[in-house]
């Protein structure tokens, strides 16, 4: 079976604003001293494992303690984005709906369990997807995530859409297509096709792919 794939953060969204307010807030909560994260900090992260995204902005704590710091700032995080206004990339919901209706849609990312759902409930984009998987769940790379997603539908050849070289890697690793999604947070060498905008994903022939 056919199917397409979405990366989240710089793919669908952009919610690094939310994110940081409540990033920031748990840190102040636990009375630790560190620098206010800003957008432009966690815009460089995203798209990583959560564990390297904190060893990146925590590497004075001890693994341990910055594993359970993390887990209280996704928890919180969660909540604030489902219902916050982050930034849903223009033509992301019209043309989710209309892919829908040729092809199964699902969503892998290197995120938390929960986030996935808190982006769908937020756009009311629930009937829209198949299936979901993340890190937060495989405790694995996103080629883990992405092969225990394929192989979980029975996926005969699906395309991945992304932004980053974390996601180029991935699918390289998945050995499955990917499409760059050249708006986002990242920057890609080598993918297999590309779109400057969102809506261009409805005049791709991905049998080709």
């Known amino acids: ?114 986030y996935i759902e808190a982006f769908i409930k937020a756009h009311k984009l629930e009937k829209y997807f198949s299936d979901t998987e993340c890190w937060g769940r495989t405790r694995a790379p996103k080629a883990v995530s992405n092969r225990t997603l394929i192989e979980r539908n029975n996926l005969s050849n699906p395309v991945y859409v992304g932004d980053t070289a974390g996601d180029a890697n991935s699918c390289k690793e998945a050995e499955i297509p990917m499409i760059y999604a050249a708006y986002g947070f990242g920057e890609v060498e080598k993918a297999d096709a590309s779109i400057q905008s969102f809506d261009e994903l409805l005049d791709m022939d991905f049998d080709r792919l």
Do not use: R
């Open 1 to 114: 079976m056919k199917g397409i794939i979405f990366d989240v953060d710089g793919t669908l969204w952009d919610s690094t604003e939310m994110v940081a307010v409540a990033w920031n807030k748990v840190i102040k909560d636990e009375g630790i001293e560190h620098k206010e994260l800003e957008e432009k900090d966690l815009k460089k992260e995203f798209g990583k494992p959560m564990e390297a995204i904190g060893e990146s902005l925590f590497p004075e704590m001890p693994k341990d303690e910055m594993m359970k710091l993390m887990e209280k700032m996704l928890k919180y995080e969660n909540g604030l984005v489902a219902a916050g206004p982050c930034v849903i990339f223009e033509g992301v919901q019209e043309t989710i709906k209309k892919l829908s209706e040729k092809y199964p849609l699902y969503i892998v990312s290197n995120c938390q369990d929960g």
